[in-house]
């Protein structure tokens, strides 16, 4: 079974294009932390290409931009490409499934912490 569950924040907003057949594809790139830190105290990141169709695509397009923080399940899918010197290898997740996972006006996450709660009284 191929399936990839990636946690992370939008390096840019996500890049909506039609195919000639009229299907929605939309593109970014997630920005994943790993679970360690280096000597020097900093982490390292990958940063992941995610490809969204059809409805998901658009849907990506029109409420999520740079610095969301999002899960993402689907499918890991390597591309391969070849020059006469090299061969590349392209990774890419195909999604099925995104989860916001920040609120798209206040950027506070609520996997970090409680909102403010001002609507009800509490500070």
């Known amino acids: ?9 939008l390096t840019d907003s996500p890049e909506l294009r039609y195919t000639s057949s009229g299907t929605a594809v939309a593109n970014f790139t997630l920005a994943v932390d790993r ?12 940063f992941i290409k995610i490809v969204c169709w059809q409805k998901l695509g658009e849907i990506v397009a029109e409420n999520l931009d740079k610095g969301r923080l999002i899960s993402v399940d689907g499918e890991l899918h390597i591309n391969k490409s070849k020059t006469d010197e090299r061969t590349y290898i392209n990774p890419e997740v ?6 916001f996972l920040d609120y798209k006006d ?7 912490g409680f909102d403010d709660f001002d609507d009800n009284g509490f500070d």
Do not use: Q, W
Request: proline content about 0%; some cysteine; overall charge positive.
């Open 106 to 112: 206040k950027k506070e996450s609520v996997v970090d």
């Open 1 to 9: 079974m191929n399936r990839i569950c990636l946690t992370g924040r």
């Open 94 to 99: 195909n999604a099925d499934n995104i989860d």
């Open 35 to 46: 679970n360690y830190r280096k000597k020097n105290g900093e982490k390292d990141t990958d």
